[in-house]
């Protein structure tokens, strides 16, 4: 089994920063692509940054400047730097890896999601 787990969220005053984890464990080949997507209240989930194994990065626009996606593989972990947060920021960020496990197809994982709030 693989499990994906995330921290590093909680209440931040707008201009702050958080910096979230996200680290994936268990019966893995390879780790592929890993990525944060968030989800508002009311809204759909959308992906905020993605990062693949060997360092190519893309952003929603809405964040681009302002959050940094990076990755330590030997740690099969992923991590969001959030800097000048923003209200429209709050949301539930979820940690998505594309994983190859030993003889089966790749396939994404998702973690439990941890809550951002951004507010005065």
């Known amino acids: 089994q693989v499990q994906l787990v995330e921290s590093g969220g909680g209440l931040v005053q707008p201009g702050g920063s958080l910096r979230l984890s996200c680290q994936a464990s268990?019966?893995?080949?390879?780790?592929?692509?890993m990525g944060w997507y968030r989800q508002a209240p009311g809204k759909e989930r959308e992906l905020v940054a993605g990062?693949?194994?060997?360092?190519?990065?893309n952003y929603v626009d809405s964040v681009r400047g302002r959050f940094t996606i990076s990755r330590d593989n030997a740690k099969n972990t992923v991590y969001l730097q959030m800097n000048s947060l923003k209200s429209e920021d709050t949301a539930v960020y979820y940690c998505?890896?594309?994983?190859?496990?030993?003889?089966?197809?790749?396939?994404?994982?998702w973690g439990q999601g941890t809550q951002v709030t951004v507010s005065s």
């Open positions: 990062i693949s194994r060997d360092g190519r990065i």
């Open positions: 268990g019966s893995m080949f390879s780790v592929r692509t």
């Open positions: 998505k890896a594309d994983v190859q496990r030993w003889g089966t197809p790749p396939r994404d994982y």
